[in-house]
């Protein structure tokens, strides 16, 4: 008896020490700590942790695909063609490494290679309180923050794209019930080997430095004590420097953004490049809130650079600007849900075992004729979206839109808006002869079509693991 209660007391020992931590030797020759974590699976997330070391690390992996339809446009004009893609393919490791320090490597392979996307590593031992490091997307805009697998819509509105994305830098916020605080300086964009050959060329040929920028934001949060309910009162601005990351030459940017889905590769809205850029001033104003299964949202977002009135022969600048006001409602007794510490909009809560359907509407303006020597295009678009969120990994989404262009709206060509002999890449309109004219000044007041306008209808499969 006493020889069977010696080895059990043994093997108990023995099993105890597997599960402590241990000293082993790295493949450096140098000695380690060694705990075991548990796999699990929380919601189709392969999930490695210990718990009482605060360590837990997980694969973020994200596939959308989509494909679209144009119709009901003056085919005299241009062509849209239809088609499908692979909108994202994002491989992420993200690992929370003990109670004060996160990291994560977010990469994407649409184009067949890989692009960093966040790359950056993160301090979070004080509750609140969080400071990054790395490349990751600044705290400007709540549309832009929101991850694309919770957006409401394929795709952000246009004139999100005149909200500041992922730079290096440095940034720290401040997470309270009421009150969310973001200040931060960043550098330069790593969005793929253009933009990073753009920075180490004007490094090397002409001593660049990498051009700064500084951001902050507000968030009042009123109704943080409220359970089924949010309202989040938000502002932004950032003071902007030229980066060498610009593909349009130092000294230079560029305002363009795509009306609809990235299955149409046409860029209607676009400045070229606006060059002796001295510095640019971006703000916004943010209103959003749910309640329950309805969750909406508005923004104005505007943009102004400032030249060099010496060397540029743009005068008379005024913002790039527009805005957006966005709803959802969930059919079937869902639930809406706000990230406080991100201030943004983060996955439903379906009521249903089989998931729940979103209806969402959208209004949106965008304006890119900023001077009437350069008029890059304005448009309105309206869209409906339903979303089926048939598990909290699989959503499919089905999106309708019409785009309103006004006869600026002709790409990236000449756009001096006071000559009649500047010419667009896409044609706008008729002359008073009744041709198709690629010269918007030519464009007669009874033409039968202003701008190319056009209706989309689209859809997208979501899953991610």
């Known amino acids: 008896m006493k020889k069977v209660f010696l080895v059990s007391l043994f093997a108990l020992f023995a099993s105890t020490a597997a599960f402590a931590q241990e000293t082993e030797v790295n493949q450096y020759g140098q000695k380690v700590n060694s705990y075991p974590v548990d796999a699990t699976v929380q919601d189709g997330i392969l999930v490695f942790q210990n718990k009482n070391q605060n360590y837990k690390m997980w694969f973020d992996v994200r596939v959308q695909g989509d494909a679209a339809v144009f119709f009901g446009y003056d085919k005299n004009l241009t062509q849209i063609g239809n088609g499908m893609n692979i909108r994202r393919a994002r491989f992420a490791v993200k690992a929370q490494l003990d109670k004060n320090w996160y990291g994560e490597l977010d990469t994407d392979w649409t184009s067949g290679t890989p ?14 309180l969080e400071i990054k490091v790395g490349n990751f997307k600044e705290n400007f805009s ?3 923050n929101t991850t694309s697998r919770y957006l409401q819509f394929m795709e952000r509105p246009m004139v999100t794209y005149l909200a500041p994305s992922r730079h290096l830098g440095i940034n720290v916020k401040y997470s309270m019930p009421a009150l969310w605080v973001s200040a931060g300086a960043f550098g330069p964009a790593l969005e793929d080997a253009e933009t990073h050959a753009a920075i180490e060329d004007g490094n090397k040929d002409y001593g660049l430095n990498c051009g700064m920028s500084y951001t902050g934001k507000i968030v009042y949060r009123p109704l943080h004590k409220m359970k089924d309910a949010s309202l989040h009162i938000g502002a932004a601005v950032s003071y902007r420097n030229p980066k060498t990351s610009s593909t349009d030459g130092y000294n230079a940017v560029r305002y363009s953004t795509r009306n609809t ?6 860029k209607f809205l676009d400045t070229d490049a606006i060059k002796y850029l001295d510095h640019e001033l971006a703000w916004t104003a943010e209103l959003a809130g749910h309640w329950k299964g309805l969750r909406w949202e508005a923004a104005y977002i505007a943009r102004l650079p400032y030249v060099d009135a010496s060397k540029s022969q743009i005068t008379d600048i005024k913002p ?16 809406q849900n706000y990230d406080a510490g991100g201030a943004k909009y983060t996955r439903i809560n379906a009521a249903k075992g089989w998931g729940d359907i979103e209806l969402c509407a959208r209004v949106e303006y965008c304006d890119l004729n900023i001077s009437p020597y350069c008029m890059g295009g304005s448009a309105y678009a309206y869209s409906l979206g339903l979303n089926f969120h048939v598990t909290k990994n699989v959503k499919f989404v089905i999106n309708y839109q019409y785009n ?3 006869i600026f709206a002709n790409g990236k060509g000449e756009q001096d808006g006071t000559d009649k002999t500047a010419k667009g890449p896409y044609r706008t309109g008729y002359d008073a002869a009744g041709n198709v004219t690629y010269y918007p000044g030519d464009i007669a007041a009874d ?3 202003k701008g ?4 989309m209808l689209a859809c997208r499969f979501q899953v991610a693991f």
């Open 261 to 266: 889905t990235s299955v149409n590769r046409k």
């Open 452 to 455: 190319i306008d056009y209706h």
């Open 404 to 406: 309103d262009n006004d």
């Open 142 to 144: 709540i549309q832009r």
């Open 115 to 128: 692009e960093i996307k966040d790359a950056y590593i993160g301090f979070t031992g004080v509750k609140g």
């Open 320 to 335: 790039a600007w527009g805005w957006y006001v966005q709803a959802g409602y969930l059919l079937f007794g869902g639930s």
């Open 447 to 449: 033409s039968k079509s």
